[in-house]
């Protein structure tokens, strides 16, 4: 099942669109960055040195390979939920649950397999494209990054958890179109709620109102935290200054988990309930 | 023994807003199948059919009533196990082969390896698609796609086999094989259930049917039972019957109807019926044409929808 679910994704083409976009942007790095030569720790872009500002006790070339990870995380996993916010909704197309719901298999297995084979479409895509930046910095630059490969599986983790959200969603509704567009209405939501201090307590100022923001943080996967948490693995985040965690915080993780878990639960539990 | 068994199965449907239509697919719905039986469950479209055998297979939850299939309670996996299912208007994933199908269904029935692979070949040739088991399924026509369902449902060798309409969209040579494939099948001593609402495709293979309409089982038994025991007769004559003959014939005959030279007979055997010729043919009169009208489960079948439609 997690096996077809990745299939069903890639022959969706979206999946494939990525990758293709993805070979690109790992050979358009492979040519331009180089280290250079009076430096070996200075990289740079096209010939020019890349010569970061403001970023405190933070290594140059971790700078590098975290604003890199940051924009192929994100990017990566939003275009990826794109791709397979559909694949749960179309297990529920009449005349094909009725094939599935025949088979042994619990409700519970059916839906869980197919979250997971499509995290793990995305989670491919993603691996691939750490791999391939990964083996740039590491051939060409002579740079060996551990800490770049294992935040892109923190970034792996973070899909599972999040496309809890888009899997519940996708079970009420059966509407591939209300789960894409939760799921991007959700990124947002979820960086509002990770900077809720900043903006969000500022609109009312009010008890109850800020308590159920709390709440809301931590009952729904923290996407936001968590991300930033990935990127913390390559080493000390520079910016925003002003922001106290520099270094890595499981606790996203852990909060995530718990939630995402219950959330699953609950996908399953409406799942076991209906009428097909 | 009894394979299925339900007493009282009800089902009602809340959808909409808020939930507030409501439809009763079924009512109190009580009926047993035996082992080694076809069992044909006929109705018209919205008789509730379709729900009965979602129910039977959890895929939809009943509102109310008992059921057993092979001795489980409803929602056993084991029920699943050792049944297969053709649903009426299925839909499998375009982008495979007929072939790669069976094996990704096969798969979800927890078949695995050659065992599968070997299964999947052999079904497609029982089915008459070895010659596109290489193809994508968007490329299958109507009839090709229900006989794939149909190597689908097979693919555990089950023992109860569910079909939802498996004739509709199959053309007449088709329909003959699946009648045929069924039958073999019963002869391997499998129970089959077959939901229909084409009478003369269920009454050619069917050892017992019942009748459901708006949810309600009608009727239940042989095809024998639910099918009238006389046999009409229609005469063409060559003149119009005048009284005396009429009443000459009236004590041999179940029923007679006239109609200028046309006249309708039911009799019991063709006892009455050559009784009958022997006294027109004494009167002088000729038969210009005889022909045997059959009462057929359609005709039994509307009768009792109109009956309960007046009533
Ligand atoms: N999922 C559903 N939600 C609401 N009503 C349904 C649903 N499925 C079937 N019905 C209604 O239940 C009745 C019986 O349907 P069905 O079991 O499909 O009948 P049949 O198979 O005999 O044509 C119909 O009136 C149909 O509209
Ligand atoms: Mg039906």
């Known amino acids: ?276 | 023994m009894n394979i299925v068994e339900t007493s009282g199965l009800s089902k009602t449907y809340r959808s909409g807003l808020f939930k507030r239509s409501i439809v009763h697919a079924l009512t109190e719905v009580s009926l047993s199948v035996r082992k080694g039986e076809i069992f044909g469950l006929l109705g018209p479209n919205g008789a509730g059919k379709t729900t009965f055998v979602k129910i039977l297979l959890s895929i939809v939850h009943p509102t109310q009533g008992e059921a057993t299939v092979a001795g489980e309670k409803l929602g056993s996996p084991s029920i699943r196990e050792r049944s297969g299912y053709l649903p009426e208007n299925h839909r499998y994933p375009a982008f495979l082969t007929g072939l790669q199908t069976l094996i990704f269904f096969g798969s979800l029935n927890g078949m695995r390896g050659k065992a599968l692979a070997d299964r999947a070949h052999q079904l497609l040739e029982l089915v008459g698609l070895q010659d596109w088991k290489k193809v994508k399924i968007k490329r299958y026509s109507k009839g090709m796609l229900q006989r794939l369902g149909l190597a689908q449902a097979l693919l555990n060798d089950p023992d109860l086999l569910f079909l939802d309409e498996p004739t509709d969209g199959v053309d007449p040579v088709g329909r003959k094989e699946i009648r045929d494939l069924l039958t073999s099948l019963r002869n391997q001593d499998k129970t089959i259930f077959l939901n229909s609402h084409l009478l003369s495709e269920v009454e050619m293979i069917s050892d017992r049917v019942a009748i459901l309409n708006k949810g309600k089982v009608l009727k239940i038994g042989t095809i024998a039972e639910l099918t009238s025991k006389q046999i009409e007769y229609e005469l063409l004559l060559d003149r119009s019957l005048d009284d005396s003959i009429i009443e000459k014939l009236r004590p041999h005959l179940l029923s007679l109807n006239v109609e200028g030279k046309k006249l309708v007979i039911a009799v019991e055997t063709n006892v009455e019926l050559n009784t009958s010729i022997d006294i027109l043919r004494s009167k002088g009169i000729l038969i210009e044409s005889m022909a045997q009208k059959r009462t057929t489960l359609e005709d039994s079948f509307i009768d009792l929808i109109q009956r309960e439609a007046t009533s």
């Not at chain 1, 180089?34 to 140059?60: A, H, Q, R, W, Y």
Request: charged share 10%.
């Open chain 1, 1 to 276: 099942m997690i096996l077809l679910t990745i299939r069903e994704a890639v022959l969706r083409g979206t999946l494939v669109f990525y990758f293709a976009v993805g070979n690109i942007i790992i050979l358009f790095l492979a040519y331009a960055l180089d280290v250079s030569p009076e430096n070996p720790s200075m990289i740079t872009f096209f010939g020019n040195p890349i010569l970061p500002k403001n970023i405190g006790d933070t290594n140059p070339v971790d700078f590098v390979l975290i604003q890199l990870q940051r924009s192929s995380a994100s990017s990566i996993l939003l275009f990826g939920v794109f791709a397979v916010a559909g694949l749960i909704p179309s297990m529920l197309e009449k005349g094909t649950v009725e094939l599935y719901l025949s088979k042994p298999l619990s409700r519970t297995t059916l839906l869980l397999s197919r979250a997971v084979g499509a995290s793990a479409g995305v989670a491919l895509n993603l691996i691939y494209f750490a791999v391939g930046i990964w083996l740039v910095f590491g051939i060409k630059l002579s740079i060996w990054h551990g800490g770049f490969l294992l935040s892109f599986l923190f970034v792996c983790i973070a899909f599972l958890f999040y496309f809890s959200i888009v899997t519940f969603v996708g079970i009420v509704t059966k509407s591939a179109g209300f789960s894409i567009m939760f799921a991007f209405v959700y990124t947002f939501f979820s960086s509002a709620l990770e900077s809720r201090t900043k903006f969000l307590y500022q609109i009312w100022n009010n008890d109850i109102y800020r308590t159920t923001l709390d709440v809301l943080y931590y009952i729904t996967p923290q996407l936001s935290a968590m991300l930033d948490n990935s990127s913390r693995v390559i080493g000390k985040m520079p910016f925003p200054p002003e922001q106290l965690a520099q270094t890595f915080d499981i606790l996203p993780f852990v909060y995530s988990l718990l939630s995402s878990a219950a959330i699953y639960a609950l996908a399953s539990y409406q799942f076991a309930k209906q009428d097909f």
